[in-house]
């Protein structure tokens, strides 16, 4: 098989892509490329087999990074220092990906992206759409809300017994990194040809209030969920210490959920990975002690 580069490599979804491609058994170690800014974060990797490269979207010679690979998986970076900045880099990339001649690039995007509520969604419509003008075969997954992006407000709302959302009756159908990553290992190892866009989801989209019910069961705790407005919203956080920079970005994910920009469930994880996606309810009672801290 022709060589497979993962961007973002040292990261947490990068990790999982490459360990679930090892253990796939149709893509020899030395066909992978673990990409990543800081090749000293790869060093297991490598004693594996997997070949490892400085992977810097901000480099201008970004192209030599990619020479000689057939499939390119970019995994959005978390560049979020100034606007435009992450959308710039991504498109150094697809740039890039174009002049080194990949066969097929992939990109990991978000559901809805444009239309999404959430304020960085511009950074993937963008990309999207650069993808789709390089003229290049591409895969898009339009990746759920990690079920592990609950472990940001779960511990802290279980400690004082009230969970605050301006995400009202919305549904968020939480999908597990490890999964998401099993899908997209399936789909780069795969003899597919068109152009397509997956919505890697779980399996049900679920409400604030049937999510606290799962999480009261699951550590046997108790768990109000407390409805504001985004504006009350807002400013708990701000009372609470959340950095003000940040907190319209946090407050962008609950407004999309309630407008229904999460509300999506499809079967693509399973129909990529061979393997039905965990439910969240399995997912909690798993991580029960991360939940209580």
Do not use: C
């Amino acid at each position: 098989m022709s060589k497979i580069l993962v961007s973002g490599a040292s990261g947490h979804l990068g990790r999982l892509v490459i360990q679930s491609l090892l253990e796939s058994g149709k893509v020899a170690p030395a066909d992978i490329v673990a990409g990543s800014r800081d090749t000293a974060k790869l060093a297991d990797l490598a004693a594996k087999g997997v070949e490892t490269r400085r992977v810097d979207f901000d480099d201008a010679n970004l192209a030599a990074a990619f020479a000689g690979i057939d499939r390119l998986l970019i995994i959005s970076t978390d560049t979020l220092d100034r606007p435009g900045h992450r959308l710039s880099q991504h498109r150094a990339a697809v740039a890039a990906a174009k002049a080194a001649g990949v066969g097929r690039i992939s990109y990991t995007s978000m559901i809805n992206p444009e239309t999404s509520l959430v304020s960085f969604a511009p950074d993937h419509a963008g990309t999207e759409q650069a993808i789709r003008d390089s003229g290049l075969a591409y895969t898009i997954f339009r990746n759920a809300w990690y079920m592990e992006n609950l472990f940001m407000s779960l511990p802290q709302a279980l400690a004082s017994g009230s969970w605050y959302t301006s995400a009202g009756k919305g549904r968020n159908a939480h999908a597990a990194r490890a999964d998401i990553a099993r899908a997209i290992a399936g789909a780069l190892v795969s003899e597919a040809s068109g152009n397509a866009v997956y919505n890697l989801t779980g399996p049900a989209a679920l409400s604030t209030d049937e999510i606290a019910a799962l999480v009261r069961e699951a550590t046997g705790k108790p768990l109000a969920v407390v409805n504001l407005t985004d504006e009350q919203l807002a400013g708990g956080m701000k009372a609470a210490g959340v950095p003000e920079p940040f907190i319209p970005t946090f407050v962008s994910f609950d407004a999309n959920t309630r407008e229904g920009g999460f509300d999506v469930a499809t079967r693509d994880i399973e129909k990529l990975s061979g393997r039905a996606p965990e439910d969240l309810e399995s997912f909690l009672t798993a991580n029960k002690a991360a939940l209580l801290g």
